[in-house]
């Protein structure tokens, strides 16, 4: 073999081998991409956290890499039978890897108007409160900063107050599907850490 022949024979070599790298850096950069897709545009729910979007990411690219990218290099290497398999499968594995990010994509813009919504009926929830201190317990007016909120279904709320004589609150069950969201007053006057904690179990409505 010449040197000319031994030089691109080498070339070849480091060319599949820069290519079947090319992969875990892609990998790395779509967790982060998915992580902050996951964040700032949930799949599902109306919220995720950095942690939570960052296990979902890790999971979804993991599956690219490890299921979905062997599978499509098998079939590359049936169309380009010159690919070493280990090139193949990364080449897929990077491609998958990238359709997972426009997945993630996609399944955030779609469920985008849920989370709006679910925004929009946290809010009504907020404002119904602040009218029904304002009119019916006005000396609570200072605690309403200090009020927390238990979603008890789609557009049902719990939210409490804290009252002057700790650890009692007034408590409000909120529903948001009416316009105004209609409010009944909770005679257990219990924040919701510890009502919870004595009503375990799956909330069937006040």
């Known amino acids: ?49 950095v942690s939570n979007a960052f296990i979902e990411a890790g999971f979804f690219n993991l599956v690219a890499v490890a299921v979905l990218g062997p599978l ?9 039978p010159d690919l070493p398999r280990v090139v193949a499968n990364n080449d897929a594995g990077a491609v998958m890897l990238l359709l997972i990010a426009v997945a993630v994509l996609g399944g ?14 946290f ?25 927390d909120t238990v979603q008890l279904a789609t557009t ?14 007034l408590c409000l069950f909120i529903d948001t599907a009416h316009s105004p969201p209609s409010v009944r007053r909770d005679t257990d006057t219990d924040p919701n850490w510890r009502y919870f904690l004595g009503h375990p179990g799956d909330y069937a409505g006040p």
Request: include cysteine; charge should be positive.
């Open 108 to 121: 955030g813009l779609l469920n985008r108007p849920a989370v709006q919504a679910a925004d929009g009926s």
């Open 123 to 147: 809010r009504a929830q907020g404002q119904a409160l602040v009218r029904y201190v304002s009119g019916h317990a006005p000396a609570l007016r200072r605690n309403l900063p200090h009020a």
């Open 156 to 169: 049902l709320y719990r939210t409490c107050v804290p009252a002057d004589d700790p650890p009692t609150a």
């Open 1 to 49: 073999m010449g040197a000319h022949e031994l030089g691109r024979a080498t070339w070849t070599r480091w060319r599949w081998r820069l290519r079947g790298a090319a992969m875990w850096p892609t990998f790395v950069l779509c967790v982060v991409l998915d992580t902050v897709l996951l964040h700032v545009l949930p799949i599902s729910g109306a919220a995720t956290g």
């Open 72 to 80: 499509l290099g098998l079939g590359l290497r049936r169309l380009r």
